[in-house]
């Protein structure tokens, strides 16, 4: 690849329409720029060239550099729907300092928005209300996704994000394998309660045993160069015991969807949680590089850094989209009249955005591929 650098004070950084370049082409050159001036870490060059465009570095103005060199890079995002770049800082950029930043490069916004991923399993849940829902239907009363679960001998709670089927035509519940499986230290056959234990209380719902863990798809961990990042993903299922105690409803709001399409940046988004409930937002960008998040299991004495690639950033409307507790919500994609269309991921994870409502931002991985590699398929109608 050819190694030279686009410097925006010494070349025209608006191109004709002709020679015009996509969001993820800027985004990637000023990711190469980044790492050659140690701003960005550096992946093995293997990695960095799977999912960077085979691009030139585009750099900066020195001043730029310099303010970045001292607030530090924490991770670059884009958004090719609205020609946005994200660069994720890890101390706050100041206003006299965001005034010597370029606000725009190669007909591309740029953006310097204080963020970064909060550790998984880390810290005590909170709640804002209701942690698990109930919904009736002529069949009975029956758990709903978005509803509370964890596994009987962790003082945990995540979210339950959809019913599943898979190919021996049984019912599983499906979330993150961080929260059924933690982080796939869970014994097969372990039983899954509902409510989580973290959230059984007196004079709430008794909880019950909903299923049992039965498979948590792969979280390699290590450094980078020696695991197959596009493998990992976070997500498990477990069988349910009883198909008449569960139902397809999103808490008592919508129906699971049992369509399914790819995320991209500008989807309006909802999802219903056990910490947030039900909440409304959009797709607001996708992480460049491979992500990096930290995961606990404080009952197994497990600490470590999973790699995931295809990482999308969801901004709540007027308040956080999720919050931990959330780990494991299904995430929905709706129509301009805010009704579900077809399902699109799980969140994952979090942390702080200065730039988002709330100040906090919600990590998403795709569903497809969840769905591919359990051989799976929505779960839609049930006891509805």
């Known amino acids: 690849m050819q190694q030279q650098v686009l410097d925006q004070e ?22 190469r720029w980044a790492i050659s001036r140690g701003l960005l870490p550096q992946l093995p060059v293997e990695v960095d060239n799977a999912y960077l465009a085979d691009i030139p570095p585009i750099a900066l103005p020195r001043e730029a550099e310099a303010i970045l060199q001292h607030r530090g890079i924490e991770s670059i995002a884009y958004n090719s729907s609205s020609r946005m770049i994200f660069f994720y800082t890890t101390r706050k950029v100041t206003q006299k300092e965001l005034k010597s930043l370029p606000v725009s490069l190669h007909r591309n916004g740029l953006s310097f928005p204080h963020g970064s991923i909060d550790d ?6 909170i709640s804002q209300g209701a942690n698990y829902a109930t919904h009736q239907s002529p069949a009975g009363n029956h758990y709903t996704c978005g509803s509370s679960i964890s596994p009987g001998n962790d003082a945990s709670a995540g979210t339950l994000g959809a019913l599943v089927r898979l190919a021996d035509g049984l019912m599983y519940g499906l979330t993150n394998n961080h929260v059924s499986a933690l982080c796939s230290h869970v014994e097969i056959g372990t039983p899954i309660l509902a409510p989580g234990v973290a959230d059984v209380q007196a004079n709430g719902l008794d909880p019950f045993t909903l299923g049992f863990h039965v498979k948590a798809l792969d979280m390699h961990h290590g450094s980078v160069g020696n695991i197959n990042i596009g493998l990992n993903t976070d997500a498990a299922v477990f069988r349910i015991k009883d198909e008449l105690n569960v139902s397809s409803m999103q808490g008592n709001h919508f129906d699971t969807p049992i369509a399914v399409v790819d995320p991209i940046e500008g989807m309006r988004v909802a999802k219903v949680g056990r910490t947030t409930g039900a909440t409304r ?13 930290t995961y606990h299991s404080q009952r197994h004495g497990f600490s470590s850094v999973m790699w995931f690639a295809n990482v999308f950033t969801i901004h709540g409307a007027g308040s956080e989209f999720s919050l931990s507790g959330d780990s494991g919500s299904l995430v929905v994609q709706v129509d301009e009249n805010n009704r579900p269309v077809a399902a699109v991921g799980l969140i994952f994870a979090g942390g702080p955005d200065s730039s988002a409502p709330g100040g906090g931002k919600s990590m998403m991985l795709p569903l497809r591929p969840m769905l ?13």
């Open 10 to 31: 010494n070349v025209d950084v608006q191109p004709q329409a002709d020679n015009l370049l996509s969001t993820y082409q800027v985004a990637s050159g000023l990711a």
């Open 120 to 125: 998984v399993g880390k810290g005590a849940l």
């Open 281 to 293: 937002g959009q797709i607001v960008s996708k992480d460049l590089r491979p992500s990096g998040v």
């Open 372 to 384: 591919e590699a359990l051989e799976a398929t929505l779960v839609g109608g049930h006891n509805v």
